[in-house]
């Protein structure tokens, strides 16, 4: 079997998994013995209700870093689901109480938790649904709250964990659908395999990582305000790892104090376990990279992401476009090539601000000796008497070096650099007809 059949229908698995287990709790609701019947309004209340909190309940399934759920779509689509899924989530659980008040099953004064007559179950039910209520506004907008990364982190994690909590609380509390020993013994489920994610996450993998430090090798100035930092393993063998794919490093803290940062590997896997991550100086953590000296522990966790050549053996040629910092996984990718011998047409379009600040350019043009790679510079400011490509990466560049032949062979092509320059690139090529499935994009920029 194939790899791309292979990954389709461990996809597929997935898919099926978390509709079963999204949909069991509403199954279950209406295996006999079902308690008295109630008006259907409420049934189908309750039924989006159950749908909405084991969608939530799910979510931390879904970013606990599970690499065999997460490998056959990569960390992106991944991420890009559980966003759009929240939205849902949240939607259907917001439906939940809209349902009883319009026909006055319950009447609207049960949302005040501070009255002596709001039961407690209602009580769960509000501050679940005001921690959600948070969870989705900080969520969607973060930046224009002006909410830094790391705090933001935090407070989604105790809202998320909160928002789960109070709802599995509101169940019990209502007592309705859990009239028999195995349906209680269902919901005594749900609830152990959300405490267990936590568990997992919060302790068992910072748990891992500290078993397992890196040792700084090197920390070396790069082009365009980057750094190369590289790690060793420190008394253990490390992991392997696809070109192209990312890891979370956690410098200067604790990996329980969950202040990790994704970067992409710029080297090619050797098979001895190090790494090298080269990392732009953009805020309060990748500004510090540079106060890292040899000897330092390093915790990595990874390897992650679907964005790697390895997942396309069977590529008659690639195709990669990169724009400032989002080089590094594109190098990797390049070392591993040249690495083997490949023989395959290579085409590198890479954009940034001047010749001077475009990172790794002294490795590239030493690969281009070893490989049968075509670079292509666009340059926002080019040098005096420059006769390549000026500006941004636009439809023009792509029509003048992705010429048609291009288009009908299978050519695998891999974006990666600023939002904007990705956008207007994947739009450009879905126009000129590249298959959807061939292009593979990575997004440094999770929320
Ligand atoms: C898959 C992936 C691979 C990446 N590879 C590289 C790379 O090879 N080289 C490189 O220079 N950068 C890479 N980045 C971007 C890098 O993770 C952020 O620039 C860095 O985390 C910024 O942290 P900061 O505290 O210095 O900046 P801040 O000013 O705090 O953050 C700037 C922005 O970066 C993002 N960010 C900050 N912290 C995190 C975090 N912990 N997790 C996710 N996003 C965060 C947020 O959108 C934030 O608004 C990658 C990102 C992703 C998602």
Redesign the pocket.
């Known amino acids: 079997m194939n790899n791309r059949l292979k990954r389709i229908l461990q996809g597929i698995f997935w898919i099926l998994v978390y509709l079963f287990l999204t949909l069991l709790p509403v199954m279950v609701m209406f295996l006999p013995p079902r308690p008295p019947g109630r008006e259907f309004i409420r049934e189908l209340s309750v039924a989006l209700g159950f749908v909405g909190l084991a969608m939530m309940a799910l979510q931390f399934a879904l970013t606990a870093r599970f690499k065999t759920i997460k490998a056959p779509y990569g ?1 992106d689509v991944v991420y890009q689901f559980h966003r759009q899924i929240s939205i849902l989530a949240f939607v259907l659980i917001l439906i939940h109480p809209i349902l009883l008040f319009v026909p006055q099953i319950h009447p609207i004064s049960i949302l005040n938790i501070f009255s002596p007559e709001t039961p407690w179950r209602a009580r769960f039910a509000v501050t679940s649904l005001l921690a959600l209520c948070g969870l989705i506004v900080m969520a969607l907008w973060r ?1 224009p709250l002006k909410i ?3 705090r933001w ?1 935090i407070w989604h994690g105790v809202l998320a964990t909160a928002a789960v909590a109070f709802a599995m609380l509101h169940v019990l509390g209502v007592n309705w659908y859990i009239n028999v020993p195995w349906k209680r013994l269902l919901w005594a489920g749900y609830s152990i395999f959300f405490v267990g994610l936590l568990l997992y996450t919060r302790v068992w993998k910072p748990w891992q990582l500290l078993r397992t430090p890196y040792r700084v090798q090197e920390v070396k100035p790069e082009r365009g305000g ?1 750094w190369s930092l590289v790690l060793q393993p420190d008394n253990h063998a490390g992991f392997d790892f696809q070109p192209g794919q ?1 890891a979370w490093i956690t410098a200067f803290s604790s990996p329980f104090k969950d202040a ?5 590997f ?1 080297n090619a896997p050797a098979g001895d376990g190090r790494l090298r ?4 100086e ?6 510090r990279i540079k106060e890292l000296k040899p000897g330092d522990v390093v915790y990595v966790d990874g390897p992650y ?1 679907a964005f790697s050549i390895d997942r396309h053996p069977h590529a008659k040629e690639f195709v990669f476009i990169a724009g400032g ?1 989002g080089i ?2 594109v190098v990797s990718m390049l070392h591993a090539l040249a690495q083997r011998n490949d023989p395959r047409p290579l085409l590198l379009i890479y954009g940034g601000r001047d010749l001077e600040s475009l990172t790794l350019r002294d490795e590239i043009e030493e690969l281009q000796g070893r490989l049968n790679l075509k670079v292509v510079y666009v340059l926002e400011n080019p040098p005096e008497g420059w006769q390549g490509e000026k500006g941004y990466i636009t439809r023009e560049v792509l029509d003048r070096w992705l010429l048609p032949e291009r288009r009908k062979n299978q050519t695998e092509i891999f974006i990666c650099g600023p939002i904007p320059m990705m956008n207007a690139v994947e739009d450009a090529l879905a126009r000129m007809g590249f298959f959807a499935g061939d292009v593979h994009s ?6």
């Open positions: 960390a930046k830094e990364y790391t982190r980057c990312f990790e940062h994704p970067f992409s710029s991550f080269t990392i732009k953009l805020g309060d953590f990748t500004r992401g910092v590094t996984p990575e997004r440094f920029d999770l929320v």
